[in-house]
């Protein structure tokens, strides 16, 4: 068995972390206990393609990917070459950037709903200015929700309402604290896959309804027809339709899983992976939504720096020129292949399935077994054998043959190990950390 990686700077710097910030990092999936905290690397300090270096010299084969910012993979040489280039003419100019209009013309192109364009700097924040803009343009104040879109007050305050702990949803893990109480009702929840219960609240809030806003999907095909009863919804209701792409965006295909369903939103919100790596976000949607935010209080300083403007259009033209879709079926069908044969090969149930470019791996544990020591234990074992993942794994285009066969090699003797621990009731003695934390609940699969 190998030894598990020395992690001790890692962990030293977590320690300190503690110190010196609150809640120790600044994204809840990377905390440390989102992982084997103990095994698992927690800091990185370098990371080209498929595979990092932690602040211990240990390298990993990486299918976290900063939780799908990076598409083509990590410090990729065009984009960085372009990003360099630019960095030398200026990141952030006195005067706006032509390269806001390049990227929209690009855009615009590339994604159905895309008349018109508006930019940040990331998810959360293009979640805010989508529903300020769908709140502005038909003056009504509720919206619905179904996904997850960041962490603004609009937003979080859609779990007042719901007991935080043992709340089904929007979250169990999350409460409220520091969201205005104003805004209790102001975001209703709906279930992903439920039209009757979509149209219930549409009828409940009628004439108050401002946006649905929903994930169309995450690592899973939407049910058949699905979308295009949320649309026909929307149509006969007239809200506005906006999909959060910002996961699912760009890993499908270029133009997102609009471009795949044929099911076109009113408005788009983007960020992640169309930037490989560099802050940006943006919200797109058709001209009469989009129109009326030139009259709202929607403006920032950095939106309009070039750094992820030239990343933006670079990654998505490299995404174009490296045959994205077709090269992500590849390397998907291969993890998948490769994961389910070391379930076979370690006699356990479950299954790996899921979009190519985010593949999912569920263990099945028996019944009496707590699902989530299999899955700890899993990603220790996997961590052991320098692969990070989670049970979500994040593809890149950088991804090679090799880093698969790894990957297959490592999960064949991680899943031996899990299933040492189911028959012979050992993970007492084989679980060296604490178990994964779920941060909260996201609502669509
Ligand atoms: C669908 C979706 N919307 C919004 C966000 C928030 O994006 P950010 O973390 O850049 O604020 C995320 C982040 O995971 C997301 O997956």
Not at 382 to 388: K, L
Request: aromatic residues 6%; contains cysteine; proline residues 5%.
């Amino acid at each position: 068995m190998p030894q598990f990686p020395d992690v001790s700077k890692s962990t030293a710097l977590y320690a300190r972390a503690g110190e010196l910030i609150p809640g120790r990092v600044q994204l809840i999936s990377r905390r440390a206990d989102q992982f084997a905290n103990g095994v698992s690397p927690v800091y990185a300090q370098r990371a080209k393609g498929s595979r990092f270096i932690d602040v211990d010299e240990n390298e990993f084969v990486d299918w976290v990917n900063a939780v799908g910012a990076v598409i083509l993979g990590h410090a990729d040489d065009v984009v960085d070459g372009a990003v360099i280039e630019q960095i030398r003419r200026g990141s952030l100019y006195t005067l706006n950037s032509p390269l806001e209009l390049e990227l929209a013309d690009e855009l615009i192109k590339a994604i159905p709903s895309a008349q018109m364009v508006r930019y940040t700097k990331g998810g959360g924040e293009a979640c805010a200015v989508a529903a300020r803009i769908a709140r502005g343009a038909t003056g009504r104040d509720k919206i619905l929700i179904c996904g997850y879109h960041g962490w603004h007050d609009w937003y979080q305050a859609a779990n007042y309402g719901v007991d935080p702990v043992s709340g089904e949803y929007p979250f169990a893990g999350i409460e409220p604290i520091g969201v205005p109480a104003g805004l209790a009702g102001s975001v209703v929840p709906f279930r992903y896959g439920d039209l009757n219960m979509l149209e219930d609240l549409l009828k409940q809030h009628a004439g108050e309804t401002a946006a649905i806003m929903m994930e169309p999907c995450r690592s899973e095909p939407p049910p058949a027809g699905y979308l295009e009863g949320v649309q026909a919804l929307a149509r006969a209701h007239e809200v506005i339709l906006i999909f959060d792409e910002v996961s699912c965006g760009w890993r499908q295909a270029i133009g997102g899983m609009q471009a795949v369903t044929g099911v076109t939103p009113d408005m788009t919100v983007l960020a992640k992976a169309m930037s490989n790596g560099y802050p940006m976000g943006a919200v797109v949607g058709a001209r009469e939504v989009m129109e009326p935010a030139a009259r709202m209080f929607i403006s920032s300083s950095y939106w309009s720096d070039n750094i992820g403007l030239v990343a933006s259009l670079t990654t998505i033209r490299e995404l174009k020129r490296r045959d994205s879709a077709r090269r992500f079926d590849e390397i998907g069908e291969s993890l998948r292949r490769a994961l389910n044969q070391a379930l076979a090969d370690a006699g356990m149930g479950g299954a790996c399935r899921g979009f190519s470019s985010n593949p999912m791996l569920a263990i099945q544990s028996p019944p009496g077994v707590d699902p989530r020591k299999a899955n700890t234990l899993f990603i220790q074992e996997m961590a052991r054998r320098n692969v990070h993942c989670s049970l979500s794994f994040k593809a890149t285009l950088a991804h090679t043959e090799e880093d698969i066969r790894v990957t297959g090699a490592a999960a064949t003797e991680a899943l031996k190990v899990v299933k040492d621990a189911i028959e012979h009731d050992r993970f007492d003695q084989l679980l060296v950390v604490d178990l994964k934390k779920e941060p909260f609940r996201r609502q669509v699969a």
